[in-house]
């Protein structure tokens, strides 16, 4: 009788243990899912608006997960000027269009263009730029 006995609380341990783990694994799925979750989050809400190392300016669209190009028009100083306020920098140095054929940029890159009308009152860069072709392909620099 006694080998038997052992035998169930034997399994009783391993069953316990495997409840355990199962519950430890459950646990550290969800938290990780969570973290993951929080960082993509916070990566997306602090740098929708940046510089490339060319100085030309992308915008981040959320909706498609794409970095857009600003088409250059004639609301240029303004959208740079509310681009680096959104970055955290006091002033906008210098802007400039930068035909993008002239830096070896493959034709498919995608950008936002301008609506003016909206510049005034824009809080946020993303408030006044909506997707287009930029038939021009002369993007705005900002330095």
Not at 23 to 39: C, E, F, I, N
Not at 83 to 97: D, H, I, K, Q
Not at 100 to 121: S, W
Request: charge should be positive; glycine fraction near 4%; aromatic fraction near 6%.
């Amino acid at each position: 009788p006694c080998p038997t006995r052992r035998s169930g609380v034997v399994a009783a341990g391993v069953v316990g243990l495997l409840v355990t783990l199962a519950v430890v694994a459950v646990v550290v799925t969800v938290t990780w899912a969570l973290v993951v979750q929080r960082v993509r989050k916070i990566d997306s809400d602090l740098y929708p608006v940046q510089v490339n190392s060319d100085a030309r300016l992308a915008v981040y669209d959320q909706r498609t997960a794409v970095w857009r190009l600003v088409c250059s028009s004639s609301g240029d100083e303004a959208v740079a000027r509310l681009a680096c306020e959104e970055m955290g920098f006091v002033r906008m140095l210098t802007n400039s269009a930068m035909k993008i054929t002239d830096k070896g940029l493959n034709l498919t890159a995608q950008f936002y263009c301008v609506r003016l009308q909206q510049l005034p009152k824009a809080q946020k860069t993303e408030e006044v730029l909506f997707p287009c072709l930029c038939k021009s392909k002369i993007a705005l620099s900002v330095q």
